[in-house]
């Protein structure tokens, strides 16, 4: 990814990251991706609000393999 010009930050929603980290990385993404199905709602929530402030896109999506 770092060949192409990208990164990639990896957030766990509290469980070792502290959750007060997040809002401050997401204004600088191009895209925020998690699965719906392994966040709490108040995170969730959360995220949609801070990607909406700068326009970031936000893209919930299932972690299953189906």
């Not at 770092?2 to 930050?9: E, H, N």
């Not at 929603?13 to 998690?34: C, H, M, S």
Request: hydrophobic letters at 40%; proline letters at 8%.
């Amino acid at each position: 990814m770092d060949a192409a010009g990208g990164a990639l930050t990896v957030h766990d929603d509290g469980i070792e990251d502290r959750k007060g980290l997040l809002p401050a990385a997401l204004p600088n993404a191009d895209v925020v991706l998690f699965p719906v199905d392994c966040i709490d709602h108040d995170s969730m929530n959360m995220l949609k609000r801070v990607c909406e402030r700068p326009g970031v896109e936000y893209a919930p999506r299932s972690s299953s393999a189906a």
